[in-house]
């Protein structure tokens, strides 16, 4: 039988991922935005002010074409828009509307606090250290076979 590695660092990054989401989603509903746990808030932390093309935003977030949909849900809540692209007419822009950056808002809020007390269990440094680490890992271009 072969040997099953429960410990690696994958699984370990994957607890971390959902206590992190757990956290944050219960927040976020307690401050009124239960939609933000579901997966069509996914693509949410990818628009920025002046937002993006949509084009960009589904190859950012990775979505599949059948997850477009979630765009097409926010869009219908008047979480987020679509506008016309100023430089290609043949794009759209999606964008935050005033209720979307209200709740990025409140979700920076609520990130902070999280984050302060990892920050507090890890004792600072340790904190600046993973989070370096980490991003040096996500960064790396993907491994090609």
Do not use: N, S
Not at 11 to 34: C, D, N, S
Not at 91 to 116: C, N, P, Q, S
């Amino acid at each position: 039988m072969p040997k099953i590695l429960p410990g690696h660092i994958g699984w370990t990054l994957h607890r971390a991922a959902q206590v992190w989401r757990a956290e944050i989603t219960a927040a976020m509903a307690a401050a009124g935005y239960g939609w933000f746990g579901q997966a069509r808030a996914d693509p949410l932390p990818h628009i920025r002010p002046g937002g993006l093309r949509q084009g960009e935003l589904i190859k950012r977030a990775r979505l599949t074409k059948q997850a477009v949909k979630f765009v097409d849900e926010l869009v219908a809540d008047g979480i987020l828009t679509r506008e016309p692209d100023k430089t290609d007419a043949r794009a759209r822009r999606v964008l935050l509307t005033k209720a979307g950056l209200a709740a990025m808002v409140d979700a920076d809020r609520i990130k902070t606090k999280i984050e302060g007390r990892w920050r507090a269990c890890l004792k600072g440094a340790d904190f600046d250290r993973l989070d370096a680490l980490l991003r040096r890992v996500v960064d790396l271009p993907p491994e090609r076979g």
